[in-house]
């Protein structure tokens, strides 16, 4: 079993995910005790006889939207058999924006809705975003169930409807699972509920310790965005060069045949260094610098790539965008494309369909791409870029669209069409059986 799991939360506001991540964090005891008092004293200032753990979560929140940058923190906690890492997105500013950044490396996301309101359009949103993402686990948490006097009806009619939705945007049946929970009272988040007899399933926490995680795709090929070049030029190293970076997929050993991309230069790893040492091998994750067998001319944003099964460099992306801006995005804009390290001049060229995730239908050659919706587009780079499919490689697959004029991010992108139903151009994807 991995022992790592990364997870990301999604929700919309006040369908308590700042609560229920309180309460994972409370009951796993990840909070300190200092914080707790802090907690304590603020829900008994505010005339609670319970502490408010949304507190916990958003005490951390309002420190972080003073900075201006980072709309996800990072927060770890863990038990005997596993350790988290989760992706804590706050639910009520551009919802969409957050869940992708929050996401894009998540092997699990938690979606949660009100167990009064169900499914509603925003939850179906997210789905298609987590699905898009390539996410490759969901669980629902359907929260406030003790306000539906833990009705077990309530809670198979929700769970059925969004799982139809989830297998309808290409979720297998064993990658989905709805749990009911009450993050207040704290029923199945860590601790078995004595208030729903009726459910037979694990507690979000059993869930998350024992779920089955995809590994790291060490075999897939071998990916290093080149983040930094090392030249030293002291005394002790006259002609060290290393090429600096982490490595975004596949493994990599002293010997090894690869290619430099754009320039397409051959050459072979002589060396993998880290500051404790030299290492036998690298796989995706690990940080290291490479030494190389030739003196080659290679720069910040080049990729060293398996020369066996390398990207092929294009200037023309087919690519799928979650547009984030409030402005509308129009066929012919001028943007920045960030690839890795690299950024690129772009241009986009066209529209091809817009993704009604309500419907699960396209909508062919739309005007525009307002906020939070999907589409695919053809985007023109001023030089080329080496990526790989999205649904190879989730790193070089990816890249962001940003403003030139002030530099916001515009959009995620992800090279060619990772949901099922955006290949196709008019049809409507019918739920599976
Ligand atoms: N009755 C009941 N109330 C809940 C439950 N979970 C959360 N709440 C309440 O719902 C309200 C919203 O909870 P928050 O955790 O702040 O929800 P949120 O808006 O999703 O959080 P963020 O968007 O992450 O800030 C608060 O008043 C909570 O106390 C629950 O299981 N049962």
């Given at each position: 079993?991995?022992?790592?799991?990364?997870?990301?939360?999604?929700?919309?506001?006040?369908?308590?995910?700042?609560?229920?991540?309180?309460?994972?964090?409370?009951?796993?005891?990840?909070?300190?005790?200092?914080?707790?008092?802090?907690?304590?004293?603020?829900?008994?200032?505010?005339?609670?006889?319970?502490?408010?753990?949304?507190?916990?979560?958003?005490?951390?929140?309002?420190?972080?939207?003073?900075?201006?940058?980072?709309?996800?923190?990072?927060?770890?906690?863990?038990?005997?058999?596993?350790?988290?890492?989760?992706?804590?997105?706050?639910?009520?500013v551009q919802y969409t924006r957050n869940t992708v950044?929050?996401?894009?490396?998540?092997?699990?996301?938690?979606?949660?809705?009100?167990?009064?309101?169900?499914?509603?359009?925003?939850?179906?949103?997210?789905?298609?975003?987590?699905?898009?993402?390539?996410?490759?686990?969901?669980?629902?948490?359907?929260?406030?169930?003790?306000?539906?006097?833990?009705?077990?009806?309530?809670?198979?009619?929700?769970?059925?409807?969004?799982?139809?939705?989830?297998?309808?945007?290409?979720?297998?049946?064993?990658?989905?699972?709805?749990?009911?929970?009450?993050?207040?009272?704290?029923?199945?988040?860590?601790?078995?509920?004595?208030?729903?007899?009726?459910?037979?399933?694990?507690?979000?926490?059993?869930?998350?310790?024992?779920?089955?995680?995809?590994?790291?795709?060490?075999?897939?090929?071998?990916?290093?965005?080149?983040?930094?070049?090392?030249?030293?030029?002291?005394?002790?190293?006259?002609?060290?060069?290393?090429?600096?970076?982490?490595?975004?997929?596949?493994?990599?050993?002293?010997?090894?045949?690869?290619?430099?991309?754009?320039?397409?230069?051959?050459?072979?790893?002589?060396?993998?260094?880290?500051?404790?040492?030299?290492?036998?091998?690298?796989?995706?994750?690990?940080?290291?610098?490479?030494?190389?067998?030739?003196?080659?001319?290679?720069?910040?944003?080049?990729?060293?790539?398996?020369?066996?099964?390398?990207?092929?460099?294009?200037?023309?992306?087919?690519?799928?965008?979650?547009?984030?801006?409030?402005?509308?995005?129009?066929?012919?804009?001028?943007?920045?494309?960030?690839?890795?390290?690299?950024?690129?001049?772009?241009?986009?060229?066209?529209?091809?369909?817009?993704?009604?995730?309500?419907?699960?239908?396209?909508?062919?050659?739309?005007?525009?791409?307002?906020?939070?919706?999907?589409?695919?587009?053809?985007?023109r780079v001023a030089e080329p870029l080496p990526v790989?499919?999205?649904?190879?490689?989730?790193?070089?697959?990816?890249?962001?669209?940003?403003?030139?004029?002030?530099?916001?991010?515009?959009?995620?992108?992800?090279?060619?069409?990772?949901?099922?139903?955006?290949?196709?151009?008019?049809?409507?994807?019918?739920?599976?059986?």
């Open positions: 079993m991995s022992s790592l799991l990364r997870l990301a939360t999604a929700g919309s506001v006040d369908d308590g995910k700042s609560t229920l991540v309180g309460r994972l964090l409370y009951d796993t005891k990840s909070v300190l005790a200092d914080q707790l008092d802090a907690v304590t004293r603020a829900s008994v200032d505010r005339g609670l006889s319970t502490p408010d753990l949304s507190l916990l979560v958003d005490g951390l929140r309002s420190e972080r939207e003073q900075g201006i940058t980072i709309d996800v923190a990072y927060r770890y906690f863990a038990t005997p058999k596993r350790s988290f890492v989760l992706a804590d997105t706050p639910g009520h950044t929050g996401a894009s490396t998540a092997q699990l996301a938690v979606l949660l809705v009100d167990a009064r309101k169900g499914v509603i359009e925003q939850t179906r949103r997210h789905a298609a975003v987590l699905a898009l993402l390539g996410v490759p686990r969901l669980v629902l948490a359907v929260n406030k169930v003790d306000l539906v006097d833990y009705d077990e009806e309530t809670f198979r009619v929700i769970a059925k409807e969004f799982t139809d939705h989830a297998t309808s945007l290409g979720y297998a049946e064993g990658s989905v699972l709805a749990i009911p929970v009450s993050a207040l009272v704290g029923d199945n988040v860590v601790e078995r509920s004595a208030h729903t007899p009726w459910y037979a399933g694990p507690t979000l926490l059993e869930h998350l310790e024992t779920v089955p995680v995809a590994p790291d795709p060490h075999d897939a090929p071998f990916r290093f965005p080149v983040q930094y070049v090392i030249r030293p030029r002291t005394p002790e190293y006259p002609d060290y060069r290393g090429y600096a970076g982490q490595v975004a997929a596949g493994t990599v050993r002293p010997g090894d045949e690869v290619v430099v991309l754009p320039a397409g230069l051959r050459t072979t790893v002589e060396r993998i260094d880290t500051p404790d040492g030299e290492l036998p091998e690298a796989a995706a994750g690990r940080s290291v610098t490479l030494v190389l067998a030739d003196d080659l001319d290679i720069a910040r944003g080049d990729v060293i790539a398996a020369a066996g099964s390398a990207p092929v460099a294009t200037d023309e992306l087919d690519a799928t965008l979650a547009w984030l801006s409030e402005k509308p995005l129009r066929p012919g804009a001028r943007v920045l494309v960030k690839h890795g390290a690299r950024t690129v001049q772009a241009f986009v060229d066209e529209l091809v369909s817009r993704f009604d995730e309500q419907k699960l239908s396209t909508v062919d050659y739309p005007e525009t791409l307002q906020l939070n919706e999907i589409g695919r587009a053809k985007v790989d499919e999205y649904e190879v490689s989730r790193r070089t697959g990816a890249f962001l669209v940003i403003d030139p004029a002030d530099g916001t991010t515009l959009a995620a992108g992800m090279v060619g069409a990772p949901l099922p139903v955006l290949r196709s151009d008019r049809d409507v994807v019918s739920p599976g059986p």
